[in-house]
């Protein structure tokens, strides 16, 4: 009985000798760091304003930012334009010149703004882009320009890493092309 008890006993102690190195062990091996839920997480945003006619990109612009959740940012590019509000009348020759102006802002501007959803997994993405330009018509006066101006809004539109997302198309009025805006977005880290 004597050697039963002795035998289970050094058992025992070789058990809790394997228990107290194990434990010791994972002590010693630095843990990884756990990446926080509030963790900033950037974004590159690539638009790509299209120009196609007969089903064929014939034009391209490319826009890019970098943005966070919860954050927006905006790119703008363009310029201003004077355009004549009034204008004086000379009387010797009856030719009208301006003598005030406006300035109105053509060009690009993209807003855009991420959202984290509940599981912080997805996000939502809202864009405002606004694209405007001078139409040059034959036989107007230079005084009286045409604007040109398209604007897309998508609101909370669903992410998706590495694939182009299509804002949205719009038709020519004046033409057979048609305007696409698409987003890629890449998580940069």
Excluded: C
Excluded at 60 to 81: A, F, M, Q, W
Excluded at 172 to 184: A, M
């Amino acid at each position: 009985m004597k050697k039963m008890w002795r035998k289970h006993f050094l058992l025992a102690l070789a058990f809790l000798w394997w228990l107290v190195a194990a434990q010791a062990y994972g002590q010693q091996q630095p843990a990884a760091p756990a990446e926080p839920d509030n963790a900033v997480q950037p974004y590159r945003l690539d638009f790509a304003f299209n120009e196609i006619e007969d089903g064929k990109i014939i034009n391209t612009r490319h826009y890019s930012l970098n943005l966070t959740p919860d954050g927006s940012n905006e790119v703008k590019i363009g310029t201003r334009v004077p355009v004549a509000v009034s204008s004086t009348t000379t009387e010797s020759s009856g030719a009208s010149s301006p003598n005030a102006y406006q300035y109105i802002d053509t060009g690009t501007n993209i807003s855009a703004r991420l959202e984290r959803l509940g599981t912080h997994v997805e996000m939502r993405l809202t864009v405002d882009a606004q694209v405007s330009s001078i139409d040059k018509i034959e036989g107007q006066p230079s005084l009286l320009p045409v604007i040109r101006q398209m604007k897309f809004n998508a609101w909370r539109t669903l992410l998706v890493l590495g694939k182009p997302i299509v804002i949205g198309t719009v038709d020519d009025p004046n033409s057979k092309k048609q305007f696409q805006l698409e987003v890629t977005a890449t998580k940069l880290r």
